[in-house]
């Protein structure tokens, strides 16, 4: 039976959900030198360093964005605290525990019981309902069927959207679809929640319903929103910008969360 991070627990403060220590990840762009490798005379392939020696700590009940231009690595770091990618360099523990441990296989139960995660382009599918598409990450869990359509249909009530449980992602709006998104997300009661550009696909007033649905979740978990959105970013109550792979501010918001 496949572990999750808490069987690997460490002495640790329990309010630290994800902790990320001198992260650092590098990619190969090809198998082959590139021009600069043959004009230097080197035989390594060129690469490039999406984050570089970044740390940061995300605690319990708050909500943290990750800013910067495109290419910055806000969306690497991003994917690196939801064990979606393994840094190159650096660790990062859950609630104390190393992930770096643990097999593929218990990473992936991992993110599964522990990890909501909202993309920005929702990936819904098409021919289930709001309350079937909340209820996915339950069906690999092996939940009843009775459970998993209650805990999707209160969830679905939570975001606003009590009286859409039946319609299918054709029938919503954009912002429909995204708090579709986060009520799946929140389907196994994760203790950390991430979104990559939340808003980006969604006009001003749509966006709007959609932050606030994500300040009304935020309690008793960690949120970390990867943003270039003005108004995404004043909902949090810290805020790490990135350029070219480095932290390059920390700013302190109060707890606008609350």
Do not use: W
């Not at 021009?35 to 490039?48: E, I, K």
């Not at 964005?65 to 064990?83: C, E, R």
Request: charged fraction near 25%; glycine fraction near 10%.
């Amino acid at each position: 039976m496949a572990r999750s991070a808490a069987s690997h627990q460490e002495n640790t403060d329990i309010s630290s959900i994800v902790t990320a220590d001198g992260v650092t990840k590098v990619y190969t762009r090809g198998s082959e030198p590139g021009r600069l490798g043959r004009v230097l005379g080197r035989s390594d392939p060129p690469t490039v360093t999406a984050v570089d020696s970044v740390s940061i700590e995300v605690s319990n009940g708050e909500i943290v964005g990750l800013a910067g231009p495109s290419g910055s690595g806000k969306s690497t770091l991003l994917h690196i605290l939801a064990g979606l990618e393994q840094p190159t360099a650096g660790s990062v523990l859950f609630q104390g525990s190393d992930l770096a441990r643990l097999s593929k296989r218990e990473r992936s139960r991992h993110r599964l019981e522990q990890i909501g995660i909202v993309f920005q382009q929702f990936h819904l599918l098409d021919s289930l309902s709001a309350r079937a598409n909340v209820a996915l990450p339950l069906v690999e869990l092996g939940v009843p069927k009775r459970q998993r359509r209650k805990k999707a249909a209160d969830l679905l009530e939570r975001v606003g959207l009590g009286d859409r449980i039946t319609h299918r992602p054709g029938e919503l709006s954009g912002g429909e679809r995204q708090r579709v998104a986060i009520a799946r997300a929140l389907v196994t009661d994760p203790a950390l929640l991430v979104a990559d550009e939340p808003t980006g696909e969604l006009d001003t007033d749509t966006g709007r319903t959609v932050l606030q649905a994500f300040k009304q979740v935020a309690e008793n978990r960690a949120v970390v929103l990867a943003s270039h959105d003005r108004e995404t970013l004043e909902i949090c109550d810290r805020v790490v910008t990135l350029r070219d792979g480095r932290t390059v501010d920390r700013m302190n918001q109060g707890t606008s969360s609350q």
